[in-house]
């Protein structure tokens, strides 16, 4: 019996992995919200699930308002998805033909390489300069069938940035042609004067698009709600290939709630900037390797591949998961998300043990 085949570009793709144990204490393998979402947003879910009969507002109007309100851009200019991920599949979709190349950094976040196989396009990936991207190296990486740049700015796994110049400069060392996507997930994070989000740029350009999630800083991972900004045509094309009922009525409500309160924003910044310097002056102190770092997140190295294995197992032993970075073909590398101070003292008790191994 012959049974269906799969698209031929699908055999070599693997699922995107996730870490998974049942005795962690502290997961910190998913750079999930360390305090949670607001009482505001939770209060928003809440209600809307008393309508959970009925279908949500396709135009996921109310929260490009919202949206639209808070960083004074053009709702109209806005699209909404089942988190930035879904958003990222929309774009390869829409403006990558089977054969065209997509380009992104040697460690860009992953779902860029799954997006770009899944819909039989190429993914490229431009070399990086001490695990930031690199602005020449990706130029000069373009092709004649390069149709996306894809810039994770801050960057996942690594926790790096290009400066506002540098995406600038990027930006016009592109062909006209060339869709720059600048994935900001991470930007509320970012705690210094030379970041630039990408709001700017997608506002002033036709070719350039920005990314955001409310999976991070906000705590609405489990709500899967993410969002775009850029030119109205742009925006245009992707309603067109986007389901029409993408984002629940849950997801827009408790998102709409979270990005109107600024409060709460500030407070998981202002925690995350005082935990990562914390933990990372304990880690410099102790001889331990790590990327600098101005997410909610920090890249820890190791000599080697078996070393960072023990130090998986001597976290675990504290009761902490944390992310093996094998899949970013950074093998000797774990990522461990910011936590409470308690999570943060085990992480760095588990580590204590190998530090002497570090690189």
Known sequence: MKLPAPRPNLQALRPYQVAISRNSIYNLSANEAC?????????AAAAAANSLDTYPDGSASALRNAIGKRYDLDPSRIICGAGSE?????????????????LFTQFGFIKYELAARAFGAIPIRAPESDFTADVDALIASVTPRTRIV??????????TFLHEAQVRRLRAGLRSDILLVIDAAYAEFVATDTYDNGLSLARSTGNTLALRTFSKIHGLAGLRCGWGFGAQELVDTLHKVRGAFNVG?????????????????????????????????????????????VCNFVVVR???????????EA????????????????????????????A????LRGLMGVRHEST
């Open 344 to 347: 943060n003292e085990a992480v």
């Open 86 to 102: 879904e958003l990222i599949s929309l774009i390869v979709q829409a403006y990558a033909a089977p054969g065209d190349e997509v």
């Open 249 to 293: 009525s849950v997801s827009q409500a408790a998102a709409a709630a979270a990005i109107a309160d600024i409060d709460h924003e500030a407070r998981a910044r202002d925690h995350n900037i005082a935990e990562l310097a914390w933990l990372t002056d304990r880690f410099q102190s102790a001889g331990i390797a790590f990327i600098p770092s």
């Open 315 to 342: 976290l675990a032993g504290q009761g902490v998961l944390a992310m093996p970075l094998n899949g970013y073909g950074i093998s000797e590398a774990i990522r461990i998300t910011i936590g409470t101070r308690d």
């Open 302 to 312: 190791f000599n080697d591949a078996e070393t960072c294995q023990r130090a998986l």
């Open 150 to 159: 894809f810039l994770a700015n801050p960057n996942n796994p690594t926790g």
């Open 35 to 43: 305090l949670g979402p607001s009482l505001s947003a939770v209060s």
